[in-house]
């Protein structure tokens, strides 16, 4: 028998022993507690919540391996073998045999490195299929010291360790992900990644904010760390909320939880949080009432409420009531102070306190007149008395969330009060609208649904349910004040934020996490870690993608593919308009494979919603799925049949990321099914170009003979030629080191794509280069000190020289800055002279000749 068969026999004989020790407690119990009537036959646990698996009756592992790891290390002088799994497994003297993978010293052992080993000799990942075990690799494996010499100091590594100490993993994981996608979400116990375990057993307080693009795994990492947090009993359940974008997230969480040994966690649909709309608004009116700046409208809407309105109309300028026949007065003045008190409190809270001071008065005026007639009812006589109540309504009168929203969008006047100096006239008009006949049929929008509760809190200091700590995925389409929401429901500031800025789809957009991170988070802050591999989307997928994902969001961290995909894992199907449908089946036709093992989704623009049914009926059930690019985000299948991209990327607000969202929904191919124009960021580059693109032809060679130029002098043209691109290659490469040339560098990217363009970022001598409707503009951007004129001459020198090496002219040249001239007349001369403008980043905005254009409007 070879050592890999016998190691293979070694530790099939280890999972055999640890399944038996498994399956033994569910025998003890089912023995011992003898389940009644009352189990849950479903879920074969005693009626309890969160059941400790201590009391279950059965297995729950869903056919997932029990063992995925074995470590052979030395803990404080004591040499030892463990197992890690999905559970933690005793043995017959009740000694740990096999270790939860969740537990602390597990999650350290997973985390050592093959360099920093500390006392690890081995560390054996297992392939088991349930109880089967049917391949190992070892990630860390020291080499015993050689017997005629004398013993290291220190373990070496073996040689093909310290070559590839995680290529196994590595084909392991790219094993596990040639496996089918059947519609559910799996763990990634087996094949989790360094970097992601990192994160899933990260104890820091605050927020962490995970941005991963496609197929990095964060929803992945977000669920197991939500398991880590439960079984390290840093929370309990019920102290814990899930929040995701659609129904199947949900789906994927009572799929992945349970898996992980997690129950009974409360998971909801964002939309979901709030009452359920009867309206819509139009997007001018969406952003304003989604906009942070939408707390100060309501809060100042509170705040002028008339209060104490009636003080001015009492009779002789004094209150009076009669308690037992003794007539009580209180002075104006006397009561004024009783309403003054903290203005940030809920108004609610303030009535209270203006009562309990009236009434108090009240009783020590009573006491004085007759010290000896009070009874222990006298208080709550007085505090019921008609007039006492009276008063108290009418200075502090009742109101409702729904009557002040109301009033607010339905009176320009209580309005301009509440918004001025906060949104604009234009922004005042998009949100006014006239009131509904009754109050009770107000078309309430989702927008006005958070506002609602945000003037709920204002006005009686109840909130929605607390928890202790939330993960919400596709964070990145949150707005302002449904963040304000979420971080109101966890007053810990506790939470786990999953999202990737380049799927965008919502209304607002986010350049950076630092405005969602700061709303949601606490007294303990937040902090932002960056997935950056990709495991599920093929490579080829995601070079197809990368362009359409940069424009959406240039500043985001674009996620590097592992997996390879092949020839095939892209495809263009240009069609006639009315084929369009047919010839989207019978792609999907093709890909379902006769067994079924594999899931195929064609993905439509929600313009086409009506073909679902038609197409739906076409496809045959089970592993077939027919959907809008929206309710695709955070699936996944093998094959994507993606209808009319053109059609998804013209969605309005968030088009392009909701094409991006589609295009990485694969794991195998994508076949794009098009009648329209493909979307220029998605064309190949070997598609021939269509109306309305940029070309540059390549320059015909000139005729030459040997007696015009010799090869000699032709090759050292050329080498001369080359040494002046390197010149030029070394100067941008210089200058891309200074911070305050990049940032400004980005800031104009950031507003290429914003406007709609796609400029060329990565040229080795320009710093951007863009074709716009006007022609061909380059930029040339200057870092430290670059705000005088003689640098600024040499940066035109540049920009003719770079127009040079590219063989074509620009139509328009821009000097970018990071801050205004040193000399005003420089703009002038420079335009005048060299035919060049000049723009610059002063406190945050743009200024400069020619901005419009220069910024792609």
Not at 145 to 158: I, K, M
Not at 454 to 460: D, H, M
Request: net charge negative; hydrophobic share 40%.
């Amino acid at each position: 028998m070879t050592d890999h068969k016998a190691a293979l026999a070694e530790e099939q004989r280890a999972v055999d022993h640890a399944y038996a020790c498994y399956e033994r407690r569910f025998r003890t119990n089912r023995d011992t507690l003898r389940p009644s009537d009352a189990t849950n036959a479903h879920a074969r646990t005693a009626v309890i919540p969160d059941v400790a698996p201590e009391v279950r009756f059965e297995g729950d592992l869903d056919g997932e391996a029990l063992v995925i790891a074995r470590v052979d290390v030395d803990e404080d002088g004591e040499a030892g073998t463990w197992y890690i799994g999905r559970r933690n497994v005793r043995d017959e003297s009740y000694d740990t045999f096999v270790v939860n993978w969740q537990a602390p010293q597990a999650v350290e052992w997973m985390l050592r490195r093959p360099d920093d080993p500390r006392g690890m000799s081995l560390r054996r990942r297992l392939r088991c299929d349930r109880h089967r075990v049917k391949d190992f690799r070892d990630e860390i494996k020291m080499a015993p010291p050689r017997a005629a010499e004398p013993a290291a100091t220190e373990p070496a590594l073996l040689k093909e360790e310290r070559r590839a100490p995680f290529q196994g993993l590595k084909d392991f994981l790219l094993e596990d992900l040639e496996r089918a996608r059947d519609g559910r979400m799996r763990d990634i116990v087996e094949t989790i990644q360094r970097e992601q375990l990192l994160l899933v057993s990260d104890d820091r307080k605050g927020v962490l904010v995970v941005q991963g693009g496609p197929g990095t795994g964060k929803t992945a990492v977000g669920l197991h760390r939500m398991s880590w947090l439960l079984y390290n009993k840093v929370f309990k359940t019920g102290e814990v909320l899930v929040v995701g974008p659609h129904p199947g997230f949900l789906r994927y969480v009572r799929g992945v939880l349970p898996r992980l040994g997690t129950r009974d966690v409360t998971a909801v649909e964002l939309n979901r949080l709030w009452d359920a709309p009867r309206g819509t608004d139009p997007r001018p009116a969406r952003l304003v009432k989604s906009g942070a700046r939408m707390a100060e409208v309501l809060r100042l809407a509170v705040e002028q409420i008339p209060v104490d309105r009636v003080i001015g109309q009492l009779r002789d300028g004094a209150f009076g009531v009669s308690a037992d026949g003794v007539r009580l007065v209180v002075a104006e003045d006397v009561l004024r102070g009783f309403a003054e008190g903290d203005e940030s409190a809920p108004l609610a809270v303030r009535k209270r306190g203006f009562a309990a001071r009236l009434v108090d008065h009240l009783m020590r005026l009573h006491a004085e007149v007759m010290p000896r007639r009070a009874d222990k009812d006298l208080r709550q006589r007085i505090a019921r008395d008609p007039r006492v109540v009276g008063l108290v309504n009418t200075m502090w009168p009742n109101v409702t969330a729904e009557s002040v929203l109301r009033n607010l969008l339905g009176d320009p006047a209580v309005l301009r009060r509440a918004a001025d100096g906060v949104l604009t006239d234009e922004e005042q008009g998009a949100i006014a609208r006239r009131p509904a006949t009754r109050s009770g049929d107000e078309p309430w929008s989702p927008e006005d649904m958070v506002c609602l509760e945000e003037l709920r809190v204002l006005l009686s200091g109840e909130g929605p349910p607390r928890y202790r700590h939330i993960m919400v995925d596709e964070a990145q389409d949150l707005t302002p004040m449904q963040a304000r929401s979420l971080a109101r429901r966890c007053p810990s500031g506790s939470m786990t934020v999953l999202g990737d800025l380049a799927q965008s789809t919502g209304d607002h957009r986010y350049e950076d996490w630092t405005d969602l991170g700061s709303a949601l988070a606490g007294g303990d802050g937040w902090h932002l870690e960056e997935l950056t591999v990709g495991y599920r989307v093929p490579r080829e997928v995601m070079d197809l993608a990368e362009v359409l994902g940069r424009s959406v969001s240039p500043r985001t961290p674009f996620p590097r593919s592992i997996r390879p995909g092949g020839p095939d894992a892209v495809a263009f199907v240009p069609v006639a308009a009315s084929a369009l449908r047919d010839e989207a089946v019978a792609r999907a036709l093709a890909l379902v494979s006769p067994d079924g093992d594999r899931s195929v989704a064609v993905i439509v623009p929600d313009a086409r919603r009506a073909d679902v049914p038609a197409i739906r009926a076409q496809l045959p059930g089970g592993r077939t799925s027919v959907l809008t690019a929206a309710e695709a985000k955070g699936l996944e299948f093998d094959h994507v049949v993606l209808v009319e991209p053109a059609e998804i990327a013209a969605e309005s607000p968030g088009g392009p990321g909701l094409l991006y969202v589609a295009i990485t929904r694969c794991t195998r191919t994508v076949a794009i099914v098009h009648a329209a124009p493909v979307p220029r960021t998605l064309r190949p580059a070997s598609d021939a170009p269509e109306e309305g693109d940029h070309v540059i032809d390549a320059p015909a060679p000139a005729a030459e003979t040997e007696t015009e130029i010799a090869a000699g002098d032709a090759a050292g043209a050329w080498a001369n030629f080359e040494a002046f691109v390197e010149e030029l290659e070394s100067a941008v490469r210089e200058e891309r080191r200074s911070s305050v040339h990049e940032r400004v560098r980005h800031a104009l990217i950031s507003e290429l794509y914003g406007a709609g363009l796609v400029p060329t970022v990565d040229s080795p001598i320009a710093d951007v280069i863009c074709d716009g409707p006007g022609g061909r503009v380059v930029y040339e951007v200057l870092g430290e000190g670059g705000s005088t004129y003689r640098r600024m001459r040499e940066a035109v020198l540049r920009m003719l020289e770079v127009q040079h090496v590219a063989g074509e002219p620009a139509e328009h040249r821009y000097l970018v800055l990071p801050e205004p001239p040193a000399e005003p007349w420089t703009p002038d001369v420079l335009a005048d002279a060299f035919e060049t403008s000049v723009i610059w980043r002063a406190d945050g905005q743009w200024a400069g000749r020619n901005l419009g254009h220069a910024l792609g409007s």
